[in-house]
């Protein structure tokens, strides 16, 4: 008798285990997260019902933004597969959405999401959408230049679906079409020098005092413009919440810039430094975590030196590393080739050296720092005060890259 009802016990403890409710999958929001970023990122961004259902099980509001490290469930319900068929495990009839959830999940396998197939660890991932809503109600957004935040994550693309809205580049730039997908699948940070408290090298222009931060700023954005225009994700380190790109020659300083994640960016070079390289790493940690490799930093720069002292555009880059050297080399050729083109004596004398920099040093990523002439010699001037000459600076430094 004893045996029965142990053995009955066991049946119903099995079918308690068979009809168990599916959980959702949990991931935690990484820094510069929005849900809508969050979504795309497992492929979930393109269905209302998926948006609608996020809010739902994680008891939030719209209004409500993403803590970073903080785990919150995805419209992904988790199945036990029993090893035969992906219909029998979930109870569904249609061969069609059967197929769907086995390219889903080995899509997610792919990306490095799950670490093992679901046949093997008979964890079978099926998206909300699937069930309730297949048919996709919202534009696709072919690559984003950064990791939203605040209201960036609601309007990564305009109305007509053909351009995605970023209002760090300014009301005049901040619709940035889709070019071509040539750097897609690789991420840039863009680290513009100095900053905040520290306005860096200055030089003077008749009344003008011109601030090393706002030019070298000024140029960062145009590149990172340019590169999120050709599928890059982009990543602009020290960020100004209200200069955007600009226009003429007299760029105001200010000192209102902040570090990525609206961090105050610190008076001390060395912790100032160590912020910029630190959030780097981190953000470079969890792509490669994601089985992103093609990962890069650019450090743009203005130098100072001797008023009577002209200097091209010159590179340092890591000793160790051969891919911070080749991409110092291309930026370094590519200038070279543009000078031959547009400059009268078709002369260049820009260099690409090895440099122990702190950035340099300890950026876990290939990294190449960019020195773009003498802020205090008249002829270098030129090069950052006129407009089309910054714009040609980050046009030029997109085909290095773009090689």
Known sequence: MKFIWLLLSGFLLLGFAENAEPEYHKVPAL??????????????????????????????????????????????????????????????????????????????????????????????????????????????????????????????????GGSRRFPIFGKANEYVPLQSTKLRGKIFYVVSGHGGPDPGAQGSKGNHTLCEDEYAYDVALRLARNLVAHGATTYLIVRDPNDGIRSGQYLDCDSDELAWGNKVIPRPQQERLHQR????????????????????????????????????????????????KQLAMDLQQKMKQKYEQYRSSGQYFGTVTPRDLYMLRETNTPSVYIELGNIRNAFDQQRIIIESNRQALANWLLEGILK
Not at 290 to 314: M, P
Request: net charge negative; proline share 3%.
């Open 31 to 160: 820094q510069g997260d929005g849900v809508f970023s969050l979504l795309r990122r497992y492929q979930l961004d393109r269905y209302t019902c998926n948006h609608d259902e996020f809010y739902r099980i994680n008891g939030m509001s719209r209004k409500d933004g993403l803590v970073v490290g903080k785990y919150y469930a995805l419209p992904v319900l988790i199945y036990t597969y029993n090893g035969k068929t992906i219909r029998s495990s979930i109870g569904i009839e249609d061969w069609n959405i059967a197929k769907s959830i086995e390219t889903y999940n080995d899509l997610m396998l792919e990306k490095g999401y799950q670490k093992e197939s679901f046949k093997t660890s008979k964890e079978l991932w099926v998206p909300y959408h699937l069930l309730k809503c297949p048919d996709p109600d919202i534009p696709a957004v072919d690559q984003e230049a950064e990791a939203p935040q605040g209201e960036e994550a609601a309007n990564l693309a305009n109305e007509k």
């Open 277 to 324: 390289a630190e959030i780097i790493n981190e953000l470079y940690a969890q792509y490669q975590r994601q089985g992103i490799k093609d990962q890069y930093t650019i450090i743009v720069h203005v130098d100072s030196r001797s008023h009577r002292q002209q200097t091209d555009l010159f590179f340092y880059y890591q000793s160790t590393n051969e891919k911070s």
